[in-house]
């Protein structure tokens, strides 16, 4: 929202969300619906009006991959738009559900359409000018029943973004997924990694007859590599580290995050303290996954 949108007062949040997004062509909406994605929603885009109140039940019988979800509609829906306003009323009698609506000046609507070229979805028979006339009469009443309402005109897409994610993100979550990768230096370094850090100055079990055969997810390897003072001071140091960098990352609008542990064969060493980060950054509510890449060689 920017310094000149009036949002009405919003409902009540909890771990169930459904969110109608719709408003203006050319005013940010597929940025909107990345934004909702990135955070884990699952969404549809261009969704048919009458297809809703469906997707509301699969939503309201509580599957864990709907539970928090985001549909968008608008103008290309043509007359069946008009249909939403008393779609939505009848909706909000049985399901909480939050409606998005997105807008621009037209100074800013009809920019973005000279720099993009594209046509306007109201028809090509019109100046956008003109199409962009029609489209407000014909969404007033719909903006009119809108939770939020989010004039982008100011925004560019990371401020928009930014916006959404604080509005809908899950208030016992960062809206940032972090995958923690292990691999083996003799294998090469992940391409996607954001963070690598090279772990072959700690100790390596492969050279521990006993130890060899395992990975650093069996608990006699991992007690092995936690008994030199290194790399608990490592790990002590990594967490300071991420605890400074996290909440960089988050303001600059990041959504994914890779960060990468390397030893030479991907076995031991970078596997045990894959893990171990995973679960620190667990700890402080961050969505994280794990991957141990070359674990199997």
Same mark, same amino acid.
Do not use: W
């Given at each position: 929202m920017n310094r000149r949108s009036q949002p009405k007062a919003p409902k009540k949040r909890d !771990? =169930?969300?459904? /969110?109608?997004?719709? %408003?203006? =062509? %050319?005013?940010?909406? =597929?940025? /909107?619906?990345? !934004?909702?994605?990135? $955070?884990? *929603?699952?969404c549809v885009d261009n969704l048919p009006v009458e297809l809703i109140p469906? #997707?509301?039940?699969?939503?309201?019988?509580?599957?864990?991959?709907? &539970? +928090?979800?985001?549909?968008? /509609?608008?103008? @290309?829906?043509?007359?069946?738009?008009?249909?939403?306003?008393g779609l939505l009323k009848h909706l909000r009698r049985e399901h909480a559900v939050s409606l998005? *609506?997105?807008?621009?000046n037209d100074d800013a609507l009809l920019r973005r359409y000279s720099e993009t +070229? @594209?046509?306007?979805p109201m028809g090509k028979d019109y100046s956008v000018r003109e199409s962009l006339e029609h489209e407000r009469r014909l969404m007033d009443p719909i903006r009119s029943l809108a939770d939020v309402v989010v004039d982008s005109s100011q925004f560019n897409v990371h401020e928009l973004r930014n916006f959404i994610t604080r509005r809908f993100k899950n208030p016992d979550r960062h809206p940032m997924l972090i995958s923690v990768v292990s691999f083996g230096y003799k294998y090469g370094v992940p391409n996607d990694a954001d963070l690598v850090f090279d772990v072959r100055f700690l100790p390596n079990p492969h050279f521990v007859p006993r130890l060899r055969r395992f990975t650093g997810r069996h608990a006699n390897v991992r007690k092995f590599i936690r008994s030199f003072p290194q790399t608990g001071q #490592?790990?002590? +140091? $990594?967490? =300071?580290?991420?605890?400074?960098? $996290?909440?960089?990352?988050?303001?600059?609008?990041? &959504?994914?995050?890779t960060i990468a542990f390397g030893c030479t064969g991907g076995k031991h060493r970078s596997v045990m303290l894959a893990e171990e980060i995973k679960k620190g950054l667990e700890k402080k509510k961050y969505a994280t996954k794990v991957f141990h890449r070359d674990i199997e060689k």
């Open positions: !771990a =169930s969300q459904l /969110v109608i997004l719709t %408003g203006l =062509s %050319g005013s940010g909406k =597929s940025t /909107v619906l990345k !934004a909702f994605e990135d $955070m884990g *929603f699952y469906i #997707f509301a039940e699969l939503h309201a019988a509580g599957e864990a991959e709907f &539970s +928090r979800a985001a549909l968008l /509609v608008d103008a @290309r829906e043509g007359q069946q738009i008009q249909k939403l306003p998005v *609506f997105i807008e621009a +070229r @594209r046509p306007h #490592f790990l002590k +140091r $990594m967490e =300071s580290l991420l605890a400074y960098l $996290m909440p960089h990352y988050l303001e600059e609008g990041k &959504s994914y995050l």
